[in-house]
């Protein structure tokens, strides 16, 4: 093994471990797996000449960078999906700003191509063995058994990646702040990023977390029961008291494979307290409206997203639904009261 020098970078997806596992580095002969950290250069600057450090700090790249990356599957509609290779290769892509990186099988035709790293070495252990960032989970649950009376759940969910799910979300984190609720906040789903929770917490949230704190880079293909466990063990740890809220964001849109699976889940389901549906514009909003009423049976308790700052599309709108709308962009505490109380 090979000592790592000072000088990298350790990315948000990164989140579980800390320098100090930071150590070793080896060409181990090894199937790579979620989580296992690698140590790497960048030998091309593509889409993504960023990384976002664990702290929210965005480190700019060069030819030559080093750092920690971390082995995970992305599904996003507006730039890659990616997966784990099989193998341990030469070179990887960098999935995403956090340090996700896997092999990309597609690209969105407006995005560039991806920033290579070449992989010196896994990241090891002094006893040579893998660092895997799932061994390290931040999040362990005081409790085994949900209580009947809980936080209210406020569940936001939208019609794909950038339809403003977000930005709904913290709207409401500010309004239950506001109006003096004590708020937690979690991203469920999705690709490691900070910049949303933080938002979340810059909002009102007192407590935001999200699947990194499981050591999870992304949650893309994982099993049900892993999703389900990560909504369910931060319901166990931050939504106890029943004079709170919790406001929780899932990811991409609802024709995703794990926006549908946690949509589909009674554990879920049973949590909801209200429902924001967040859209791009005002047709996404119908048809949204209509694949939760026939796929899941849900209706939403109040419509939000990018549409809601458009006038013109609240006017399109207003012929299909009467569910109120609220704007995420500007924020009224009296609508938002109305809707999430």
Same mark, same amino acid.
């Given at each position: 093994?090979? /000592?790592?020098s000072?000088?990298?970078?350790?990315?948000?997806a #990164?989140?579980?471990?800390?320098?100090?596992?930071?150590r %070793?580095? $080896?060409?181990v002969?090894?199937?790579p797996?979620?989580g $296992?950290?690698?140590?790497?250069?960048?030998?091309?600057l593509?889409?993504?000449?960023?990384?976002?450090? *664990?702290?929210?700090r965005?480190?700019?790249?060069?030819d030559?960078s *080093? #750092?920690?990356?971390?082995?995970?599957?992305?599904?996003?509609?507006?730039c890659?999906e990616?997966?784990?290779p099989?193998?341990l290769?030469?070179e990887?892509?960098?999935?995403?700003r956090?340090?996700?990186v896997? !092999?990309?099988?597609? /690209?969105?035709s407006?995005v !560039?191509?991806?920033?290579?790293?070449k992989?010196?070495?896994?990241?090891?252990?002094?006893?040579?063995?893998?660092?895997?960032t799932?061994k390290?989970?931040?999040i362990k649950p005081?409790?085994t058994? !949900?209580k009947?009376?809980?936080?209210?759940?406020i569940?936001?969910?939208?019609?794909s990646?950038?339809?403003?799910k977000?930005?709904s979300? #913290?709207?409401?984190?500010?309004a239950l702040?506001?109006?003096?609720?004590?708020?937690?906040?979690?991203?469920?789903?999705?690709?490691?990023?900070? *910049? $949303?929770?933080?938002h979340?917490q810059?909002?009102?949230?007192?407590?935001?977390?999200? %699947?990194?704190h499981?050591g999870?880079?992304?949650?893309?293909?994982l099993s049900?029961a892993?999703?389900?466990?990560?909504f369910?063990?931060? $319901?166990?740890? %931050?939504?106890?008291?029943?004079?709170?809220?919790?406001?929780?964001?899932i990811?991409?849109?609802?024709?995703?494979?794990?926006?549908?699976?946690?949509?589909?889940?009674d554990?879920?389901?049973s949590?909801?307290?209200?429902l924001v %549906?967040?859209?791009?514009?005002?047709?996404?909003?119908v048809?949204g409206?209509e694949?939760? /009423?026939?796929?899941?049976n849900?209706?939403?308790?109040?419509?939000?997203?990018?549409?809601?700052?458009?006038?013109? #599309?609240?006017?399109?709108?207003?012929?299909f639904?009467?569910?109120p709308?609220f704007?995420?962009l500007?924020?009224?505490? !009296?609508?938002l009261?109305?809707?999430?109380i």
């Amino acid at each position: 093994m090979k /000592k790592i020098s000072p000088g990298y970078i350790l990315p948000s997806a #990164a989140y579980t471990i800390t320098k100090r596992h930071v150590r %070793f580095y $080896d060409l181990v002969e090894k199937e790579p797996e979620v989580g $296992d950290v690698i140590y790497g250069r960048v030998t091309r600057l593509g889409q993504h000449a960023q990384l976002e450090n *664990k702290s929210g700090r965005i480190h700019r790249l060069n030819d030559g960078s *080093k #750092a920690v990356f971390v082995f995970g599957n992305r599904y996003a509609p507006d730039c890659y999906e990616g997966f784990i290779p099989s193998d341990l290769r030469t070179e990887i892509d960098l999935l995403a700003r956090s340090g996700v990186v896997g !092999k990309i099988t597609t /690209k969105n035709s407006s995005v !560039k191509d991806p920033t290579l790293v070449k992989i010196l070495g896994y990241v090891c252990d002094e006893n040579g063995r893998v660092v895997n960032t799932r061994k390290y989970s931040l999040i362990k649950p005081t409790q085994t058994t !949900k209580k009947n009376n809980r936080s209210k759940l406020i569940l936001v969910v939208g019609t794909s990646m950038n339809s403003g799910k977000s930005t709904s979300a #913290a709207a409401c984190c500010w309004a239950l702040s506001t109006m003096g609720y004590d708020v937690r906040a979690s991203k469920i789903t999705g690709t490691a990023s900070l *910049k $949303d929770i933080l938002h979340m917490q810059d909002t009102g949230a007192k407590i935001v977390n999200d %699947f990194t704190h499981f050591g999870f880079p992304s949650t893309y293909m994982l099993s049900e029961a892993d999703l389900v466990r990560i909504f369910n063990e931060l $319901d166990l740890r %931050f939504a106890n008291n029943p004079k709170n809220y919790w406001v929780v964001e899932i990811a991409d849109g609802m024709l995703q494979r794990e926006t549908a699976i946690l949509l589909g889940s009674d554990d879920v389901r049973s949590r909801i307290h209200k429902l924001v %549906f967040a859209a791009h514009d005002a047709f996404g909003a119908v048809g949204g409206i209509e694949v939760l /009423k026939n796929r899941f049976n849900l209706v939403p308790d109040a419509l939000s997203g990018v549409c809601s700052s458009s006038p013109l #599309a609240l006017r399109e709108l207003s012929d299909f639904t009467s569910i109120p709308v609220f704007n995420n962009l500007e924020w009224d505490l !009296k609508k938002l009261s109305e809707v999430l109380i």
